[in-house]
């Protein structure tokens, strides 16, 4: 495609070309044959060694992601109202493909797969959480953000505050400083928590000291699937941080339910929204590593267990080295439960791949004795959606087994 050159042109090699062309917005540092010398955080035309025009992105010269591309529209002129509609039909998806309550709370922007590189914005009931890991959307903030806020209030839905968690360490890959705090919409919030409803259970939410954003949204679904298990069960949940699998079982009609984490701070957010559901006189909690855990319990009859840890691995060196962590517990899990009862087993690195996963599934097993009969393989919410040929954007394996 022909295009003249707008912006600063950077040629890439033909593997860079290759990846472009399958779909990926990344381009590394390593396949730039020509740079045009552009500042950090600008806007980018990047070029085939052909002089095909293959997209417009943004600038990070401290990142070996050197350009994230935005757009491969040679007509776009990239306009402030550019910002704008690509904020726009990030919340127009969610409005379509959920509704009601669960968009109490939902992801709003979704980085790469809602073409906002680097970007997370989260919808807790009236409070915006937003992280930026892009030194380019970092300096465009002001174009789109309050934008997303006036957007969500025009269609009912009272924004109280925005809260910027920009205190992840690869900001300091983009050249930028981590920081949290309220970003300056209307009025500052006397409080970080909230209360959100989802699947029916409200909860806490702390925007500003809880993991992440303040609370694992990815997961909505599987955890309603959980409830729907449960009746009737006793429930093991490890690795519960604020019992959100242990209260949806809890609600389902489980017998008992056990929750366990070793941080302090979040079982006790646990049993906070365990007494404000309700749901307290079915469920007892536990501080405590589940891997030293585990092991002492031998014999105590569980009907399900869940296992939803955080992620083990952040980098494909050490993934493998993390299969024999999600090996030990799984194989802990397999040997507690009685024929018949039921294991979730779940992941959240997108570098422990499906593939991977898998086989170390069938080897713990194998170890422990046990078949496994799945009943069913689900990935992440709709509202984190996954681009195909993105493999970054798909990373959380959700497996449900019947012992048999």
């Given at each position: 495609?022909?295009?003249?050159r707008q912006?600063?042109?950077y040629?890439?090699?033909?593997?860079?070309?290759l990846?472009?062309?399958?779909?990926?917005?990344w381009?590394?540092e390593?396949e730039?044959?020509?740079?045009?010398?552009a500042e950090n955080?600008?806007?980018v035309d990047?070029?085939?060694?052909k002089g095909?025009?293959?997209?417009?992105?943004l600038?990070?010269?401290?990142?070996k992601?050197?350009?994230?591309l935005?757009d491969?529209?040679?007509n776009?002129t990239?306009?402030?109202?550019?910002?704008?509609?690509?904020?726009?039909?990030a919340?127009?998806?969610?409005k379509?493909?959920?509704?009601?309550?669960?968009l109490d709370a939902?992801r709003?922007?979704?980085?790469?797969?809602?073409?906002?590189?680097?970007?997370?914005?989260?919808?807790?009931?009236?409070l915006?959480?937003?992280?930026?890991?892009?030194y380019?959307?970092e300096?465009?903030?002001?174009?789109w953000?309050?934008h997303?806020?006036?957007?969500?209030?025009?269609d009912?839905?009272?924004?109280?505050?925005?809260?910027?968690r920009n205190?992840d360490?690869?900001?300091?890959?983009?050249g930028?400083?981590?920081n949290?705090?309220?970003?300056?919409w209307k009025?500052?919030?006397d409080?970080p928590e909230?209360?959100i409803t989802?699947n029916?259970?409200?909860?806490?939410?702390?925007?500003?000291?809880?993991?992440?954003?303040?609370f694992?949204?990815?997961?909505?679904y599987?955890?309603?699937?959980?409830?729907e298990?449960?009746?009737g069960?006793?429930?093991l949940?490890c690795?519960t941080?604020?019992?959100?699998?242990?209260l949806n079982?809890?609600?389902?009609?489980?017998?008992?339910v056990?929750?366990?984490?070793?941080s302090a701070?979040a079982?006790?957010?646990?049993k906070?929204?365990?007494?404000?559901?309700?749901?307290?006189d079915v469920?007892?909690?536990v501080?405590?590593?589940?891997f030293d855990?585990?092991?002492?319990i031998e014999g105590?009859p569980?009907?399900?267990?869940?296992?939803d840890p955080?992620?083990?691995?952040?980098?494909?060196?050490?993934?493998?080295q993390?299969m024999?962590g999600?090996?030990?517990?799984?194989?802990r899990?397999?040997k507690?439960?009685?024929r018949g009862g039921y294991?979730?087993?779940?992941?959240?690195?997108?570098?422990?791949t499906?593939a991977?996963y898998?086989e170390?599934?069938?080897?713990?097993?194998r170890?422990?004795?046990?078949?496994?009969?799945?009943?069913?393989y689900r990935q992440?919410?709709?509202d984190?959606?996954?681009?195909?040929?993105?493999?970054?954007?798909?990373?959380?394996k959700?497996?449900v087994?019947?012992?048999?």
């Open positions: 495609m022909k295009k003249e912006f600063p042109a040629t890439i090699t033909k593997k860079g070309e990846w472009v062309s399958n779909g990926h917005p381009i590394y390593q730039i044959v020509e740079d045009g010398q955080g600008s806007l990047v070029f085939s060694l095909t025009y293959l997209g417009t992105g600038l990070s010269r401290h990142s992601i050197r350009i994230r935005v491969k529209n040679a776009e990239f306009s402030d109202s550019f910002w704008k509609r690509r904020v726009e039909y919340w127009n998806y969610r379509t493909v959920m509704s009601g309550e669960d939902c709003i922007i979704h980085g790469e797969s809602d073409q906002l590189p680097g970007v997370t914005v989260d919808k807790f009931h009236d915006l959480v937003v992280q930026i890991l892009s380019g959307m300096q465009r903030k002001e174009l953000l309050p997303l806020a006036q957007l969500l209030e025009k009912g839905y009272p924004v109280r505050g925005i809260m910027e205190d360490v690869l900001r300091e890959k983009e930028l400083s981590m949290k705090g309220w970003y300056p009025s500052i919030p409080s909230v209360v989802e029916g259970i409200q909860y806490t939410v702390d925007v500003l000291n809880g993991q992440k954003t303040g694992f949204l990815d997961q909505k599987n955890r309603r699937v959980v409830g298990l449960v009746k069960m006793t429930v949940d690795f941080h604020t019992g959100s699998f242990a079982a809890a609600k389902g009609g489980a017998k008992h056990t929750a366990v984490d070793v701070s079982i006790e957010m646990a906070r929204n365990a007494q404000r559901n309700h749901l307290d469920m007892d909690f501080v405590a590593d589940v855990w585990l092991p002492t105590h569980y009907d399900c267990i869940i296992l955080p992620a083990f691995t952040k980098s494909r060196s050490t993934a493998h993390a024999k999600y090996k030990q517990i799984n194989y899990a397999m507690l439960l009685p294991l979730i087993s779940a992941s959240c690195s997108h570098f422990a499906e991977m898998v170390m599934l069938k080897e713990a097993a170890d422990a004795g046990k078949q496994l009969r799945q009943i069913e992440q919410a709709k984190h959606p996954i681009l195909l040929n993105v493999e970054e954007t798909q990373y959380l959700f497996f087994f019947q012992v048999i």
